[in-house]
């Protein structure tokens, strides 16, 4: 995904422009904070998600008012469990961005 996917100028600029990017390792003892205000490591916010392989994309609401209140999984507004070719891969960012 980072070698083709995110490296092609004809889909990096837009996702760069259009999306905050937050790369996360579902295995990593990093600490980060959800949205409802915990810290837990990234392992455990992988698992707190559903998230059971990789690659994986999230999409988020622009605001995260009202995101906490809401369980993990319902914070989403789209989720990439897979890695699809290069013109659907652009087309989820694109529907996401758009709304659809």
Known sequence: MHDVHLADPAIEPYIRYNF????LNILGPREVTDFGGG???EKALAKHYGIEGTPAIHFFPA???GLAAKPPMAREVARMASLPELPAFIAQFRAVRNGV
């Open 63 to 65: 605001s995260a008012a």
């Open 39 to 41: 810290e837990l490591t």
């Open 20 to 23: 905050a990017v937050l790369h």
